[in-house]
């Protein structure tokens, strides 16, 4: 057994179609405030492939890690893979897995190394980089206050506060790649398309780490400047490749223009970009690919939603069949 991909990342999963599918890959970074820090959740996606000989066979292999200190990071764990027994007739020599590590707590800045090793033989390291942020800690703390006093302004609605707040923190800061996204949401709401468009540039430029939002907001932009292509291709994206990880607010497409909604799980979120990619398609002169997204959103009838989102999928429905 050797294996033939590994990489950490935010988010990944091994599914039933063979397929890893990854949030955040390739992960070679973590820049924090101060130290130490908590990260909620780092994934290692590991795929192995089998020689014939060995079907039917248990293989154990160990994950551990380093600091840069050279001390145990954490616990060392054992895994096991079975290949299918050598009776049976494989449709792959190969199995893709994904060991998950939560609540990894940093405390010291430097290199830490992820081992998969195959008996004593380390397979694969992988390298990690923890950074601190420049700044004094006060500074910083300035800062994500600064970032928490535009997210209440958002939600209180009061929109030229919160595009004032997570501006001068851009400024301050312009590697805090979540303040750029979040100017860009704000931006967007305001109907400021062009500078929001730049401005989710900026945050994809700059490393934010949550290219399910990034993506879908740079194709509402897309879409609200009249190229329903890309649109198009951003959403199907995030349909096929992106996974919400928690919660957020992003914004649906409708005839009237866009509204925000409320998202409480992945599911709701494909709800979403299958309904602003149907509203792509429409646009794009492709009525096949509208009409399959339609359905799919209208298959995730089940999942709790505002009126506004029904009567966008309603809508669809309707200049579908026109």
Not at 18 to 24: F, S
Not at 152 to 164: I, K, S, W
Not at 210 to 220: G, Q, T
Not at 294 to 308: F, H, K, N, Y
Request: charged share 15%.
């Amino acid at each position: 057994m050797r294996v033939t991909l590994a990489l950490l990342a935010d988010y990944a999963l091994a599914h039933d179609d063979g397929k890893l599918y990854v949030t955040g890959g390739g992960l070679h970074q973590l820049r924090f405030g101060r130290l130490p820090a908590v990260f909620e959740r780092l994934c290692l996606a590991l795929e192995m492939q089998f020689d014939p000989s060995e079907f039917g066979t248990a293989h154990v292999f160990a994950i551990d890690a380093i600091d840069p200190l050279g001390q145990p990071f954490i616990k060392p764990a054992a895994l096991t893979v079975t290949s299918p027994p050598a009776s049976v007739q494989a449709s792959s020599n190969r199995t893709q897995l994904v060991y998950n590590m939560l609540n990894l707590t940093f405390q010291h800045e430097g290199e830490y190394l992820f081992n998969v090793r195959v008996g004593p033989e380390v397979q694969v390291a992988l390298p990690l980089r923890v950074a601190v942020v420049p700044g004094t800690s006060t500074e910083m703390s300035a800062l994500l206050h600064r970032v928490e006093e535009g997210f209440a302004a958002f939600g209180a609605l009061d929109l030229d506060a919160a595009e004032e707040h997570f501006h001068t923190v851009t400024e301050t800061m312009p590697s805090l790649a979540v303040a750029h996204n979040n100017l860009g949401f704000v931006r967007l709401t305001k109907g400021k398309v062009e500078e929001a468009l730049a401005t989710f540039k900026k945050a994809q430029e700059t490393g934010f780490d949550r290219p399910e939002l990034l993506d879908a907001n740079m194709a509402c932009c897309y879409y609200l400047l009249g190229v329903p292509a890309a649109s198009l291709a951003l959403y199907e994206n995030c349909l096929t490749a992106r996974s919400l990880v928690g919660t957020s607010v992003l914004h649906g497409l409708s005839s009237a223009g866009p509204f925000l909604v409320q998202l409480p799980s992945a599911a709701a979120y494909a709800r979403l970009m299958a309904l602003n990619a149907g509203w792509s398609a429409l646009r794009a002169g492709q009525a096949d690919k509208a009409l399959s997204h339609l359905a799919m959103a209208r298959g995730l009838a089940a999942i709790p939603a505002d009126q506004e989102l029904l009567n966008a999928i309603e809508e669809l429905r309707a200049s579908l069949s026109q």
